[in-house]
């Protein structure tokens, strides 16, 4: 009779998720599924020679340039534009889109937030003339 009362009990309390507890793993589910492929897209990205050359000109990740990259007067080569725009079309927009992918199973809301940084972000490499 104990037996069946812990055995009742235990699914009893599995069966009562909180609201937050579902949502928890619904979020999971959906950003788990696409972690691997934003990652391998990352790795692709950092482990290009674009990325290698033009990395002392911008900061890809924390956004927050540095002393040195902000006191840099100088502008970039036509060489130097042209691997800058070969990265943001081969390797910057498709994590972007990615990344835009699982916004958009996790949070509706949260898509037009992002896709409108992402494109400051994107226009405002466009827009500047220096680096």
């Known amino acids: 009779m104990r037996k069946l009362a812990i055995v009742i009990f235990a699914l009893c309390s599995a069966a009562c998720e909180t609201a937050a507890q579902r ?3 619904r ?3 959906n950003t788990s599924a696409k972690m691997p492929e934003l990652d ?3 790795s692709r990205m950092t482990a290009s020679a674009e990325y290698a050359a033009l990395s002392p000109k911008f900061s890809l990740w924390t956004g927050r340039p540095t ?6 007067a ?4 036509p060489d130097e534009r042209r691997m800058l725009l070969e990265f943001h079309q081969r390797y910057l ?3 972007r889109s990615i990344n835009l992918e ?4 996790t949070v509706d ?3 037009p937030v992002l896709a409108d940084f992402l494109c400051a972000t994107r226009c405002g490499v466009r827009r500047r003339s220096e680096w």
């Open 23 to 25: 949502e928890m793993a």
């Open 27 to 29: 979020l999971d589910r």
């Open 40 to 42: 391998a897209c990352e």
């Open 67 to 72: 002393l040195a990259q902000q006191t840099d």
């Open 74 to 77: 100088s502008r970039p080569t």
């Open 93 to 95: 927009m498709p994590c």
């Open 102 to 105: 699982i916004a958009s199973k």
């Open 109 to 111: 809301a949260l898509v």
